[in-house]
Each structure stands twice: as C-alpha cells, then as structure tokens.
C-alpha cells in the first residue's frame, strides 16, 4: 500500500475500516439547514453524499516517522456489542490486513493516539482473544485524553451527564479500561508531546476533552482532527455541529479555532470521517469564511 501523503520526512497511510451512507444530512448536523446544504450538494457528490445520504468512513490514520509507529483513533473495532449505535456493532471487516499492506503487524505499533472516547475512535484498541478483551496492539503505549477519562468512564459522575451516554454504551467496559488494566494507558493534558514534532492539543465541545493531534516535520504541518469536522459542510458553516457534539458552542467555537490555524499554517486537516481524498486544506477568504482545497 502507498502512503496516503507525507508531512515532512513522515509517512502516512490511511486504514480503512468502513464507509458508507451514514445518514440524511438533517439527522447528522443539528444546525442543518436545507437551502444551505441543497446549493452545495452538487459538489459534494459523491465522495461526501449520495442517495440523499452523508457519505462516510470509518478510518485510521497511521503515522510512519521511520523510527515509530503511531496510529491515530482506532475505528469501531471487530465483535463489539453495541446496542446504542447497531450500525457499527458486531462488525467483522479486516481492519488488521489493511495494516499488513501497510507492511506492518500490531507488534509493530508503538503508540496509539485516540482523539477523543466516543465508540469509532477506540475500537481497535483492543479485541476479542483468550476469552476476553486485551489490546490489539501489545507494545505500543496507548494515549488518552484525561478529560475524556473523566467524562466517558461510567464510574464517575460526569458520564450520567452526557447526551452521548447512550450511543457510547459498553465502549469504555471493552475498548478502553482494558487497555488501562494492562498498563498500556497514558492519559494526557493540553501541549502533551506525543512524539517529536507531535503536540495534542485541547479542542473541547464534541466531547469534553477532544484533542487535535498536531505533527510538525520539515516544516509541514498537520492537523489530526478527528470529529472536529465530520463533513466539508462544516468548512464553509463552521457553526454546523453534528448531533453527536457534547457542548455545541464549544464545538463550534473550537471549529472555528482549528481552520483558523490550519489556514495561518497552510496546514493539512486530517479528519476521522471524510470521503476521498480524505484529507482537507482550507483558505480563509478575505470576508473571514473558509474555503476546501483539496490536494
Ligand atoms: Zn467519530
């Protein structure tokens, strides 16, 4: 497999775990408007919406900077049991063999970086051996947002709160507190160096402790955003947040923020979600609106 694209002296592959029609746009952003979406709509055809459908992915992100490996969000994951969001319960896609063709084996794995807790972003963390759920990837150290611990752990107080509650069900039980019962589990705050020229940064509101992994190599820069954008939708109206956001001014604002930098930087934005070519840089027009280039 080729490398999706390079930062610098970093490659990069792209790990496919599921795409699909998701849902119709008035279900995915809360702030929807039908006008608005219907003159873009065109465009986003086919790779972002089809059949009156938003059009998806399921993907990780694999950073090879030639000395470590490191996966960035690891998708819904094989076997699970998800009884709040069935689409991507009991799945069994071949996750592993698009590493393989990346050249790698889970042993190869050194860190794992997930974005946020929400159920499509762990579920590879771990999977379904010797009659229970170890980590997938048994060398690596596994990163974690601590406020997401806080907020997606069931034991504590805050998860009763969230409206994604829910949606998230048994993902911290199978994808999460396994990882942190092995040892493997490191969880970190604002400007945490994940590795040379790697910075996680707070990006709060899609859930409480959301980080945007930020990489830096041979002055490229790109931005890891996982569900900072779910949709290029969200370019041109950054206050469009999906259901799924937690606290929707903080999500917007935090929006907002990231296309800012990434415009300053000519940076690339690397989402979880988007459709081909799966990876975003944005202009920022002289009216201060933001504008998709795709290269
Ligand atoms: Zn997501």
Same mark, same amino acid.
């Given at each position: 497999?080729?490398?999706?694209?390079?930062?610098?002296?970093?490659?990069?592959?792209?790990?496919?775990?599921?795409?699909?029609?998701?849902?119709?746009p008035e279900a995915?952003?809360?702030?929807?408007?039908?006008?608005?979406?219907?003159?873009?709509?065109?465009?986003?055809?086919?790779?972002?919406?089809?059949?009156?459908?938003i059009?998806?992915?399921?993907? &990780?992100?694999?950073?090879?900077?030639?000395?470590?490996?490191?996966?960035?969000?690891?998708?819904?994951?094989?076997?699970?049991?998800?009884?709040?969001?069935?689409?991507?319960?009991?799945?069994?896609?071949?996750?592993?063999?698009?590493?393989?063709?990346?050249?790698?084996?889970?042993?190869?794995?050194?860190?794992?970086?997930?974005?946020?807790?929400?159920?499509?972003?762990?579920?590879?963390?771990?999977?379904?051996r010797?009659?229970?759920?170890?980590?997938?990837?048994?060398?690596?150290?596994?990163?974690?947002?601590?406020?997401?611990?806080?907020?997606?752990?069931?034991?504590?107080?805050?998860y009763?709160?969230?409206?994604?509650?829910?949606?998230?069900?048994?993902?911290? @039980?199978?994808?999460?507190?396994?990882?942190?019962?092995?040892?493997?589990?490191?969880?970190?705050?604002?400007?945490?160096?994940?590795?040379?020229?790697?910075?996680?940064?707070?990006?709060?509101?899609?859930?409480?402790?959301?980080?945007?992994?930020?990489?830096?190599?041979?002055?490229?820069?790109?931005?890891?955003?996982?569900?900072?954008?779910?949709?290029?939708?969200?370019? &041109?109206?950054?206050?469009?947040?999906?259901?799924?956001?937690?606290?929707?001014?903080?999500?917007?604002?935090?929006?907002?923020?990231?296309?800012?930098?990434?415009?300053?930087?000519?940076?690339?934005?690397?989402?979880?979600?988007?459709?081909?070519?799966?990876?975003?840089?944005? @202009?920022?027009?002289?009216?201060?609106?933001?504008?998709p280039?795709?290269?």
């Open positions: 497999m080729d490398a999706a694209f390079t930062i610098g002296r970093h490659r990069v592959y792209r790990l496919e775990e599921w795409q699909g029609g998701f849902s119709p995915l952003f809360a702030e929807y408007e039908e006008a608005a979406f219907d003159q873009q709509a065109g465009d986003f055809e086919p790779a972002f919406f089809r059949d009156g459908l059009y998806g992915y399921l993907q &990780s992100w694999l950073i090879d900077t030639g000395s470590e490996r490191i996966i960035v969000d690891t998708g819904a994951g094989n076997d699970k049991d998800r009884p709040g969001i069935p689409i991507f319960g009991q799945l069994t896609t071949p996750f592993l063999d698009g590493l393989a063709a990346a050249g790698f084996g889970p042993g190869d794995i050194d860190k794992v970086f997930c974005t946020h807790l929400h159920i499509d972003h762990v579920g590879w963390n771990t999977e379904w010797d009659g229970g759920w170890q980590p997938t990837f048994p060398k690596a150290r596994y990163y974690f947002p601590r406020a997401d611990e806080e907020a997606w752990n069931p034991a504590k107080a805050l009763a709160t969230l409206a994604g509650a829910g949606v998230n069900a048994n993902v911290f @039980e199978d994808s999460v507190q396994p990882v942190i019962d092995a040892g493997l589990a490191e969880l970190i705050d604002d400007g945490a160096t994940i590795a040379p020229g790697m910075t996680a940064w707070n990006s709060p509101g899609h859930t409480p402790g959301h980080m945007v992994l930020e990489v830096e190599s041979d002055g490229e820069t790109a931005l890891f955003t996982g569900d900072i954008l779910h949709h290029p939708m969200q370019i &041109s109206r950054p206050d469009w947040n999906s259901v799924y956001c937690e606290d929707r001014i903080a999500a917007a604002d935090t929006r907002r923020r990231i296309l800012h930098r990434a415009s300053a930087k000519g940076a690339r934005i690397v989402p979880a979600h988007f459709g081909a070519p799966h990876s975003v840089f944005v @202009e920022r027009r002289d009216d201060g609106t933001f504008e280039r795709y290269r």
